[in-house]
């Protein structure tokens, strides 16, 4: 089992970057897919982008593509989502995923609100 805490989230404005982070515990992070989901008001949550436990394969949704980065420090247990020229759009509480087998674990979420 794995226990996930988000933190970086925060008021930015349009234009603007904001690096999420996420910290996981347990021994065997690195062998987990991790990735980020997010849930903005009325709405679904929503996948943002994944990476696979080397780090080596990431996938993003085309609505973030060329703006979000996403990468892992398996030596720290982290998973980050580097976000930036950010858009009121993009406001949501972000949720970090965890991924083994077929068990899912999911953080608590942390907000980032968009100014336009």
């Known amino acids: 089992q794995v226990q996930l805490v988000e933190s970086g989230g925060g008021l930015v404005q349009t234009g603007g970057s904001l690096r999420l982070s996420c910290a996981a515990s347990?021994?065997?992070?690195?062998?987990?897919?991790m990735g980020w989901f997010r849930q903005a008001p009325g709405k679904e949550r929503e996948f943002v982008a994944g990476?696979?436990?080397?780090?080596?394969?990431?996938v993003y949704a085309d609505s973030v593509k060329g703006r979000f980065t996403i990468s892992r420090d398996n030596a720290k247990s982290t998973v980050y989502l580097q976000m930036t020229s950010l858009k009121p759009e993009d406001t949501a509480v972000y949720y970090c995923w965890a991924r083994r087998g077929i068990l899912d674990y999911w953080g608590q979420g942390t907000q980032v609100f968009v100014s336009s």
């Open positions: 347990g021994r065997t992070f690195s062998s987990y897919a």
């Open positions: 990476i696979s436990w080397s780090g080596r394969s990431t």
